[in-house]
């Protein structure tokens, strides 16, 4: 059985840190593209940022480019979303996904496109406030 399992979030305050963390078992990271979305309350799934099987990184986001950065352990089957320069607009539950046949990043927030993921976490609310 296939599960992700993010962890990490958590109350901040702006400026602040987090570092998210998306562990697989029953599913190798190995060359595998992985996803972080992240959906706000009453708000639509965007995409974050992804790695790809070739360890390229995509951001979905232009707002956290420069502030986000992912990251993967394929020897602990992990993958990671440092946020640093946290804003109250990052507020969200953040989840991984992930398909066995996904090595690539592609997608696009505007047209909410992104590939057909089978796999994804039950996410880690992040919430930025003072």
């Known amino acids: 059985q296939v599960q992700l399992v993010e962890s990490g979030g958590g109350l901040v305050s702006p400026g602040e840190s987090l570092r998210l963390s998306c562990a697989a078992s029953?599913?190798?990271?190995?060359?595998?593209?992985i996803y972080w979305f992240r959906q706000g309350l009453g708000k639509e799934r965007e995409g974050v940022v992804c790695?790809?099987?070739?360890?390229?990184?995509?951001n979905f986001i232009e707002s956290v480019k420069g502030r986000f950065s992912i990251s993967r352990d394929n020897s602990e089957n992990t993958v990671y979303l440092q946020m640093n320069g946290l804003k109250p607009e990052d507020t969200a539950t953040y989840y991984c996904?992930?398909?066995?046949?996904?090595?690539?990043?592609?997608?696009?927030?505007?047209?909410?496109?992104?590939?057909?993921?089978?796999?994804r976490g039950q996410g880690t609310q992040v919430t930025v406030s003072s």
């Open positions: 790695i790809s099987g070739s360890d390229e990184v995509k």
């Open positions: 029953g599913f190798s990271f190995d060359r595998r593209a």
């Open positions: 996904a992930a398909d066995s046949l996904v090595t690539a990043c592609t997608g696009n927030n505007d047209l909410d496109i992104f590939p057909p993921l089978e796999y």
